[in-house]
């Protein structure tokens, strides 16, 4: 796994065997953060990386200029892995939680700028709409926010009123929401 742009480019990161994760492919994360480029300015964002697993997605928001990332996970090794990464590469802006996501959420008052979730895929599909549901009902997204959920081709998240778009990378699925759905899909 290695970071694509910004400070900490081409860092490789060497996640440990036996950590129950399933990083975002290189080509996918690319991708991604390829449209967030055309979307948003990273300078300055609050992020959230829910179900953060080994920090793929953290690192790269990091790396690219995001003020505070906050990475949540339940499991203790994804926890003190970031935790540990975020050391060695002098992130002081990376804050990690150990804690259930929708415990997590339902705790939360203050908006973010943007919010990543990669869900385990085994997730019932129901779990991943009441997880959309919640970041709404709370009001976690800025006006000018961004929600990317990662998924599975199993979930649809067309019908949802703040849905934007999906975009598919091999086996990989992003959906994106806003406040706003007048933006133009790129």
Same mark, same amino acid.
């Given at each position: 796994?290695?970071?694509?742009?910004?400070?900490?480019?081409?860092?490789?990161?060497?996640?440990?065997?036996?950590?129950?994760?399933?990083?975002? @492919?290189?080509?996918?994360?690319? !991708?991604?953060?390829?449209?967030?480029?055309?979307?948003?300015?990273?300078?300055?964002?609050?992020?959230?990386?829910?179900?953060?697993?080994?920090?793929?997605?953290?690192?790269?928001?990091?790396?690219?200029?995001?003020?505070?990332?906050?990475?949540?996970?339940?499991?203790?090794?994804?926890?003190?892995?970031? !935790?540990? @990464?975020?050391?060695?590469?002098?992130?002081?802006?990376? +804050? @990690?939680?150990? !804690?259930?996501?929708?415990?997590?959420?339902?705790? +939360?008052?203050?908006?973010?700028?943007?919010?990543?979730?990669?869900?385990?895929?085994?997730?019932?599909?129901?779990?991943?709409?009441?997880?959309? @549901?919640?970041?709404?009902?709370?009001?976690?997204?800025?006006?000018?926010?961004?929600?990317?959920?990662?998924?599975?081709?199993?979930?649809?998240?067309?019908?949802?009123?703040?849905?934007?778009?999906?975009?598919?990378?091999?086996?990989?699925?992003?959906?994106?929401?806003?406040?706003?759905? !007048?933006?133009?899909?790129?």
């Amino acid at each position: 796994m290695r970071i694509i742009k910004g400070k900490f480019q081409r860092r490789l990161i060497h996640v440990p065997a036996g950590l129950p994760v399933r990083p975002t @492919t290189d080509l996918a994360k690319e !991708s991604l953060f390829n449209i967030l480029n055309n979307r948003i300015d990273f300078d300055n964002l609050r992020a959230i990386d829910l179900f953060a697993g080994s920090g793929n997605i953290s690192y790269e928001l990091i790396s690219r200029g995001c003020a505070q990332v906050i990475a949540v996970d339940h499991t203790l090794k994804c926890i003190h892995f970031i !935790s540990q @990464t975020a050391q060695l590469l002098n992130m002081e802006n990376l +804050q @990690t939680v150990r !804690s259930d996501v929708f415990r997590y959420l339902s705790m +939360q008052k203050l908006p973010y700028d943007l919010i990543f979730a990669d869900p385990p895929y085994d997730l019932p599909e129901e779990d991943y709409h009441a997880l959309v @549901t919640l970041i709404f009902e709370k009001n976690l997204l800025k006006e000018e926010g961004n929600l990317i959920i990662e998924h599975s081709k199993g979930v649809d998240f067309s019908t949802h009123a703040r849905f934007l778009e999906s975009r598919r990378y091999g086996k990989v699925h992003f959906s994106f929401f806003t406040l706003n759905n !007048s933006l133009e899909s790129e």
